[in-house]
């Protein structure tokens, strides 16, 4: 295991911000630690990279106990923190030979030099931190965490406050960094688990409510499907109530529908036969995740 966390609980004073939470998290997983402001996220993650201590329970990181020996798993484990403190007044390069030195990496201008190839900052390199985009300061937030080549990477909320394309670019690079690590990624945003992460982890109030994988968790509690369709023009709501199992049918406008259904079979095929059958043509096809999103609100609410 990477990360083993057992009866793991935070008091600050008589608040546990993290109460009685157990979970692993196996090797070359991407984990998504999803859960409202002030679930205990950061508080948890603080745990595990070995900046505040435990008030109970144990924390083991590649099988080394972070109480024992948090210097050996801080080597293993590369860190964003929330809101990525870098010193505005370094230059990107000097920071990284700066970050690299206090691990002590060797070929260290090699490294740094990979690192910027990896993260794309290639153009920004000569550049002080401080006059870059929020977007270019995660890519010198991420770099600074992988440069040491940890095994397990904690990235605490990596993506917030981006604007959308930052956004996008952003969760690629942490899938293509992820591939080689074990990755514990909070978050509050639900696309963000569908976009990058294989499993689920989901805390409220300090307890975790669900340990799962993403996929398992919208089937496991919900069976609706919902598509959007576009067909090739009006159809009467009569006559798409026969589709089979449809429970929903809304038009969004003009000849655009949601369609909901509880049928066990790919609603997109069905749909797809049924046009077939009526002559109609679709223009658009698209399904609509809406079942993770209604665990989550009916997990944390
Ligand atoms: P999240 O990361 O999920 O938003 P946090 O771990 O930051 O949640 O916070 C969990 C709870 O612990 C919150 O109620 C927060 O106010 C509280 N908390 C966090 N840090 C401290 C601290 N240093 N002192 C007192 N309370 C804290």
Redesign the pocket.
């Known amino acids: 295991m990477s990360i083993e966390v057992k009866n793991l609980s935070?008091y600050?004073?008589e608040?546990a911000?993290?109460n009685d939470i157990t979970f692993s998290i196996g090797k070359g997983e991407i984990i998504g630690f999803l859960?409202?402001?002030?679930?205990?996220?950061?508080?948890?993650?603080?745990m595990i990279t070995g900046f505040?201590p435990a008030t109970e329970g144990s924390i083991h990181v590649c099988g080394i106990p972070v109480s024992v020996d948090s210097i050996e798993t801080r080597k293993r484990i590369g860190y964003l923190p929330?809101n990525n403190p870098l010193y505005l007044d370094m230059y990107v390069k000097e920071y990284l030979e700066f970050v690299g030195k206090i691990y002590k990496v060797k070929n260290l201008k090699e490294r740094v030099k990979e690192m910027i190839q990896l993260v794309g900052l290639e153009v920004e390199q000569n550049k002080k931190i401080g006059m870059l985009s929020k977007g270019y300061r995660q890519r010198v937030g991420l770099a600074q965490a992988i440069i040491h080549n940890p095994d397990v990477l904690i990235l605490?909320?990596p993506t917030s406050g981006l604007d959308p394309n930052q956004l996008v670019e952003i969760r690629e690079l942490i899938k293509r960094i992820g591939k080689e690590k074990t990755v514990m990624l909070?978050t509050?945003i639900l696309q963000e688990v569908e976009a990058i992460c294989d499993r689920v982890i989901i805390?409220r109030k300090?307890q975790l409510v669900a340990d799962n994988l993403a996929s398992n968790l919208q089937v496991a509690t919900d069976n609706t499907q919902v598509v959007y369709v576009e067909f090739d023009r009006i159809v009467a709501k009569n006559l798409l109530q026969k589709i089979p199992g449809v429970s929903k049918i809304e038009r969004v406008s003009d000849s655009r529908y949601l369609i909901e259904s509880q049928s066990v079979d790919d609603l997109r095929k069905i749909v797809a036969q049924f046009a077939q059958q009526h002559n109609l043509l679709i223009l658009t096809l698209r399904t609509e995740e809406k079942s993770l999103e209604k665990v989550f609100k009916s997990l944390t609410k």
């Open positions: 935070k600050y004073g608040q911000a993290v859960g409202p402001n002030g679930a205990g996220k950061s508080t948890t993650m603080k505040i929330e605490d909320e909070s509050h805390i300090g």
